[in-house]
């Protein structure tokens, strides 16, 4: 069957369309996305901007009208962090389904969590034993560790690339002493909960997800996405520690310049480096494995699983 999959992110609105069936993995047919940046529409009360609200009004129309002209049978939409956080997050998600015709759920974190760990441990399969996952996104970061395909320790920390852009690194190039203070509180924030995941011992493998992560590993040497999903690609801890202070004297048009990092994403590429390099730390990894499915492929993946399910 053919299914579209609508995700509204703090940065992007991407619907991806793609043939599934049951114990086959989802093959994209088509994409289509614009960037939204809805982390940025939110005013000094919390609340989602007209502006915001028509951008998200808009795309979602024109997601509808796609996945119509692609045949897709059913569409799943979700939105995260971005609507989520807004205080009037339940009258801009009236306004959608009235206006573009289509009800979206608004996903808590730690489901976003736990759907992202079910679509990497079908990713890498059984014999990498217990996973731990991490996930940065615009609004918040997802942490997610365990054995089996519902994780033991699933997280939702406020440390999203876009918001602690938005709420801490206000110069270009970065102030140091703002990157510093970010330095701090991420680091603080991360070991507070660290040791639910802590107290189970190293992991058997560590992967991080989505684009964020992705840009960095590019940065990072990994293998262009041209190269196919296939592709292993890494995150060293050592290479990234090397590129820090290289990546913060960076304005943002030198940003932009780098391998993987798009103009859309290049002014918050160094509060999720910043994420990234504390998260290695404070778990003790030298690596983190780029899986190339994410919360996406876990919301298709078990609404494949409820179909025909007893």
């Not at 999203?160 to 140091?176: K, N, Q, S, V, Y």
Request: proline share 5%; aromatic share 4%.
């Amino acid at each position: 069957m053919r299914l579209g999959v609508l995700d509204i992110g703090s940065n992007t609105g991407h619907l991806l369309v793609v043939d599934a069936h049951r114990g086959a993995a989802p093959l994209p047919a088509y994409s289509f996305k614009e960037p939204l940046r809805l982390a940025e529409h939110l005013d000094k009360r919390g609340a989602m901007t007209e502006r915001g609200t028509t951008a998200l009004i808009d795309f979602v129309a024109n997601a509808v009208q796609v996945a119509e002209d692609k045949g897709c049978e059913e569409m799943l939409g979700f939105a995260t962090s971005a609507v989520r956080d807004a205080t009037n997050s339940d009258d801009v998600l009236e306004r959608v389904h009235n206006e573009a015709k289509v009800d979206i759920a608004v996903l808590h974190g730690e489901d976003e969590a736990r759907l992202t760990f079910l679509a990497v441990r079908r990713w890498f399969g059984w014999s990498t034993g217990r996973l731990v996952l991490f996930d940065i996104g615009g609004g918040s970061l997802e942490i997610a560790a365990g054995t089996d395909e519902t994780p033991d320790v699933a997280q939702s920390l406020p440390l999203g690339a876009g918001r602690l852009t938005r709420e801490w690194l206000h110069e270009d190039p970065p102030d140091p002493g703002a990157v510093k203070e970010l330095r701090k509180k991420v680091r603080a924030d991360l070991a507070r909960d660290a040791g639910a995941v802590l107290r189970s011992g190293a992991p058997d493998h560590a992967v991080a997800t989505s684009k964020t992560f992705r840009s960095l590993a590019r940065i990072c040497g990994a293998a262009p996405s041209a190269d196919g999903p296939l592709v292993r690609r890494g995150l060293a801890a050592e290479v990234l520690t090397e590129k820090m202070d290289e990546l913060m004297a960076m304005d943002d048009k030198a940003r932009r310049e780098l391998p993987g990092v798009s103009e859309h994403r290049s002014h918050q590429i160094v509060a999720g480096a910043i994420v990234a390099d504390a998260v290695m730390d404070i778990f003790g990894l030298p690596e983190l494995e780029v899986c190339p499915w994410a919360l996406r492929e876990g919301i298709l993946l078990e609404r494949l699983d409820a179909i025909d399910a007893p």
